[in-house]
């Protein structure tokens, strides 16, 4: 049986591909990164301390930054690969909005980070604030 | 050491993570579409694509955003830090409206007023979670 929506064709699920690539690399290189930067602790302390050179090597020495910038940089060729098939006015918004509830969720699980309901609220406002921008 | 209440040193990281965000997706957003379609048979055509004039100025911004962001998530939370990106939607919308004359629709406006709330209201509440200090642990150990 196929479907009768319009927005189920070939190129519909061309689009959410792409999207969702984004989203997923994104969302990972973000809470690895957001991980390495907390295990680092505060840039601007250890600034204070060793200088700009000694912020720089406390970051690239960390593994784990490696592996969040890693899917950061797939997550950039795919957004590179979705704005060369995709308008921007449709990608942007869609990566933007769907990362930003991921995110919450991946922090929440990940980081153990406490997504109490002020923060739920707000990923949920500017979520659907991002949609309507788009439009 | 827990930070809650912001400097403004850190509000004007916060303001890069917003600006350069969005400035940087639209340069690249324009190199992209000066190119001819790129299959996934020739993926060298991306790479390639970093040498032109706009992509390049679209990574150049991307840097300043990704280093401000580093340190944003170094004295904050991922879920405090992520709004402030979304913040440079409004700030590139206004800056059209009021600086390009571009017509704003109510569709638009109403966007503008949600994420602003949206992020009003992560930015009232405490930037980093709670956790306990390992300061503390060393504190205990000396005692013992």
Redesign the interface.
């Known amino acids: 049986m196929t479907l009768p929506l319009p927005v189920f064709t070939a190129s519909f699920w061309a689009a959410a591909g792409m999207i969702s690539a984004i989203v997923v690399t994104s969302t990972t290189g973000e809470v690895l990164t957001a991980a390495a930067m907390k295990s680092i602790g505060d840039l601007d302390d250890i600034r204070a301390v060793s200088g700009m050179r000694g912020a720089i090597r406390a970051v690239v020495t960390c593994p784990l930054f490696f592996a969040g910038v890693s899917f950061l940089a797939l997550s950039f060729f795919s957004l590179l690969f979705a704005l060369n098939h995709l308008n921007l006015s449709l990608v942007a918004p869609a990566s933007a909005s769907l990362t930003l509830v991921t995110n919450a969720i991946a922090a929440k699980l990940f980081l153990h980070e406490n997504v109490d309901r002020r923060r739920w609220t707000a990923a949920v406002l500017v979520c659907v604030g991002v949609y309507f921008l788009a439009h | 050491?827990a930070?809650h209440t912001l400097t403004p040193?850190q509000y004007a990281i916060l303001g890069s993570v917003a600006l350069c965000a969005?400035l940087g997706?639209?340069c690249?957003?324009r190199g992209?579409?000066q190119?001819p379609?790129?299959s996934?048979a020739h993926p060298l055509s991306?790479i390639a694509?970093v040498f032109t004039p706009w992509i390049a100025v679209g990574i150049a911004l991307?840097i300043g955003f990704?280093a401000s962001y580093?340190?944003a998530?170094?004295?904050a939370?991922?879920?405090?830090v992520?709004?402030a990106?979304?913040f440079g939607?409004?700030i590139v919308?206004l800056f059209a409206r009021f600086w390009l004359q571009e017509p704003i629709?109510w569709?638009?406006w109403?966007?503008?007023?949600?994420?602003?709330?949206?992020?009003g209201?992560?930015a009232?509440?405490?930037s980093l979670?709670?956790r306990p200090a390992p300061v503390a642990e060393g504190v205990e150990q000396e005692q013992v």
């Open positions: 050491m930070h040193r969005p997706d639209t690249l957003s992209m579409t190119l379609a790129i996934l991306l694509a991307l990704f580093l340190t998530l170094s004295w939370d991922l879920t405090f992520l709004p990106t979304a939607n409004v919308a629709s569709q638009r109403f966007g503008i007023a949600l994420i602003t709330v949206g992020v209201f992560v009232n509440g405490p979670t709670e």
